[in-house]
């Protein structure tokens, strides 16, 4: 099996990188946003660690979590931000290496995370590609296409890494600035880079 890691900070592009990747080949996405999203709704040790760190008001009605309060309540004190983190990456972690290790041994899986360097998952892949873009576009992705204010959106990108804390960690760089044409393009290079680097591995080895 063959896996990359996709990371870099929010609204960069990682999902373009992962949408693009899959038309190339890839047998799947684990995305660990949508892990934490069923997390949330199923998990009931999760929900619990959440109920007794943040209170009942991160509940809605109907029992499910509001992710629009805990955020903007983790997001304005960085020791709630780790309470949570303390609570949710465990469980990630778990939960992508239990899909990990049903996936078929010819298998090339992405595993989607913006916190892959700063845990467990990074040892669960072959590669790491971080995905950039420019602070003005970011912005522009969360205000107008998740809805946030500025100032939210600012907040959220402050508790963001910087690739120079793990430029050491990371094999290709993915400028997803410009236009979609250029993306591809350098996924499709980094690509047959990885497949030809492991084909010579696999030669060499016989």
Same mark, same amino acid.
């Given at each position: ?10 609204a960069?592009g990682k999902?373009t990188?992962?949408?693009?990747l ?34 009942p008001?991160?509940?809605?009605a ?31 972690? /778990?939960?992508?290496?239990?899909r ?25 892949v072959?590669?790491v590609?971080?995905v950039?873009?420019?602070?003005d ?18 907040? /959220? ?38 497949l030809?680097s /492991?084909g010579?591995a ?5």
């Open positions: 099996m063959l896996t990359i890691g996709i990371t870099g900070n929010i960069c999902s990188v992962d949408a693009m899959l038309t190339m080949g890839a047998t799947e996405v684990l995305d660990a946003d949508r892990v934490v999203h069923d997390l949330l709704r199923a998990d009931q040790d999760v929900r619990a660690a959440l109920l007794r760190v943040f209170g008001e991160v509940f809605a109907d029992g499910s979590v509001e992710r629009a309060t805990l955020g903007t309540i983790v997001f304005a004190d960085p020791r709630a931000l780790q309470a949570l983190e303390g609570i949710i990456h465990p469980a990630v972690r /778990r939960a992508i290496r239990g990990l290790a049903a996936m078929p041994k010819d298998a090339l899986v992405v595993v989607d995370a913006v916190k892959l360097l700063e845990g467990e998952l990074a040892a669960q072959d590669q590609w971080w950039t873009a420019g602070v576009q970011q912005i522009e992705r969360l205000t107008t296409g998740r809805g946030l204010s500025r100032e939210a959106a600012l907040a /959220r990108l402050r508790a963001q890494p910087s690739l120079e804390q793990f430029r050491d960690c990371v094999q290709v760089v993915i400028d997803n600035s410009g236009q979609l044409a250029h993306t591809r393009m350098q996924v499709e290079t980094a690509l047959k880079d990885l030809a /492991r010579s696999g030669k060499g080895k016989k």
